[in-house]
């Protein structure tokens, strides 16, 4: 295992606060008062300032299979939140902060919802007629147009026992750079000298309408719809001057969009002893994917033209029932879900040479059809053991049926156990240690099903129907100490035993992903708050995370031990914040630094780093005629991104022949923000 020597800072900063008093405990009620000093204006501002609290987001990464257990640790008004496209930071965003009537601080084990352990909140809010939150939001980057409009509303309201919410949001993203790029050969001779400009476009649209009926016989229903527009376009301008032959002049065009539409709704009513919870969700996602490269003389001369576009259309149907009861001196919880997935790809390439038109090439088989068919029952047990601890066992298993049309279409059947034990010891008044053993199954990407053409990099995949989801065995140890006035801190151990992973392979003659049968993983996480008041500085705060880990499969060209392909090696996020005592003002800063593990391919290995990491610095007005104005300065010295990649021959049980480093500076980028609620 790697050794990481900014884990000692973290752990100096956890048992630094040891000398405090006043514990919190799960259990803890925050009311809206409590978040007075950061005149927040929705409720993930408040629920991000709760000592030693910090959002489990992994919905962002699209990692989640079905509906399934939770992975999120929030709850509104005790309920879970039934959307796939929408994260829990999404949701606090859009519940106005003047309608939070409380936060409650919880210990997952405690409750009778299967998958959560750890620190829970629940966010109580209730609406009053209607109120809302508005954010106007522009960006100022050097060398570019201003992005002047952007921003977001959410509405939300209440009669009676009728309750909606409504939320729009518009979010024009931009960043650009420059830098150079060398191409030398074994000996370090250069072959080739390239000057890069990079522009990227990453606007985000979001619309969405929630309803909610709670009658005075307690059924609970909710309906909500979703639409989602997301693009993530680069371009690249490269001047290319080789030793040997002409200068070329190289535009690089690489545009994904995903376009997202979802319904999604629950109900849940009394039925005999226990509570019965229905939930369906549907979406539908239309991804169009374009890479293009065109070459021409300095003096604007075309040379070539190759131009690839995939289409796919992606749907995903959950159908899920829960019931709970209470029985044995616990809580039981049973579920059944049913799923179907599907996809639907179509590739085409397009080329010309010199100034003609562009022509189809034949690339084979362009059209793909993937479809998962997939069931899972779970029972969750969930008790205390004396006043200390608590137990949540739970165990289930999962059918899926796969099955790919294309060169080489089939359809497979799988059923694989699932479940779980979970431990919580409240040691004392201010010490939780939490343990918990899960086995899971992981979520497909079809994507990996289709192949696809990278016209700049020449990293072509190859399509891989035989791909199955990765699976695994997870142990994990977490110690959360609250600390009174110093703040809270976590400490979370981990090891993985891993089944099928996702990872690059040799396939036929080329490579892309596939299954290597077991690997590894295993790490240390830190989180938590040191607040600056015992010290003397009032209203200053440092909320920190960090991930460090490590994972190890044989390499399936080579059989020597590696990590897996680009996994999150170090993930750090520092943000400090201080809120000036007898004034409207505050000030901070945020430093996001990261590194991941190398890219293996068949006949290259890539590597990348980004130094500083991002960095911002901002200053905020607290009662700016009535709004709550920001101002924030993102990467203020750039940011510089370095990669290496290493080319061999033939493969990388070969020879290095040729290594391309590449260094692209990142310009600041000016942030003005203005929020306020009605």
Known sequence: ???????????????????????????????????????????????????????????????????????????????????????????????????????????GASLDISGLSGLVVNVIAQADGISGTWEYRSRIIDGQNPLFFGGEVSVAGQRQDFGWTINLNELPRRSSGTGDETVTDAAGNLIEARRIIENNQIPDRNASIGLRWTPPSGLIANLNAEYLFERRERKESLNRVPVIGAPVLQRNLVRNDSTVAEISGDVEFDLLDGRLKLIGVYSDTDSPFTNERVRTEPEGTPLDSTRFKQQTDETELILRGEYKWAALGGSWDASFETAENTLDSEALLFESIGSGALATVNIGDTLVAVEETRSEGFVTYSRGLGDVVQVQVSVGTEVSEISSSGPTGQTRKFTRPKGGVTLSWQYDDATTLNARINRSVGQLDFFDFVSQLDLNDGEDQVGNADIVPEQSWRAELELERQFGSWGAGNVLVFAEALEDIVDQIPIGGGEGPGNIDSGSRFGIEFEGTLNFDPLGLNGAQLIYSASFQDSEIEDPLTGVDRAINEEDLVSIDLEFRHDISGTDLAWGGDWTPSREADNFRVDSVRSELEQPGNFSVFVEHKDLWGMTGRAVLFRPAGNLEKETRTRFSPDRTGVPVEFERTRIEETPILILEFTGTF
Do not use: C, H, W
Request: aromatic letters at 6%; proline letters at 6%.
């Open 1 to 107: 295992m790697r050794t990481f020597s900014t884990a000692a800072l973290l752990t100096v900063l956890l048992t630094a606060q040891a000398l405090a008093d006043e514990p919190v405990l799960p259990g803890a009620v925050y009311e809206p008062s409590d978040f007075a000093q950061f005149a927040p204006v929705n409720a993930r501002e408040m629920v991000e300032r709760i000592p030693g609290f910090r959002l489990n987001d992994t919905r962002d990464d699209d990692e989640s299979r079905g509906f399934g257990q939770a992975t999120e640790n929030v709850l509104i008004n005790g309920q879970r939140i039934s959307s796939k496209s929408s994260s829990a930071a999404d949701v606090l965003e859009r519940i106005p902060a003047n309608t939070v009537e409380r936060i409650e601080l919880l210990e």
